[in-house]
């Protein structure tokens, strides 16, 4: 948090959006080797299994991309001062949900 700034999520965003495209070129890698009638029938399988994996990891990448764009058009700013239970929620389901986080001190 101490190097935090209000274009972190931009920052982080573009990491996201440059991991998508290199796991959208390996399905793209794998399909083939899947699709291939000279491949062997083992790397076949292994292949199709690989696509499916990466499938749905994009498709939670996607989400997450656009709960992350959302929070970097509004450029949040934190202050250390007021510490984690008041910087923690400003970024909502970006972030792991913490438990006991939201109890109130007694």
Known sequence: MH???????SVVLNYLREFRAKLEAEKIR???????PNAPQSERTKAVKASE???????????????????????????????????YPKFGAALKKIPGLDATEE
């Open 30 to 36: 794998q399909t083939a080797i899947a699709n291939n």
């Open 53 to 87: 994996s990466i499938k749905a990891i994009l498709a939670e990448l996607k989400e997450y991309e656009n709960t992350l764009y959302s929070l970097a058009t509004r450029k949040i700013e934190i202050d250390l001062d007021d510490g984690v239970k008041a910087n």
């Open 3 to 9: 190097r935090y700034r209000a274009d972190t999520v």
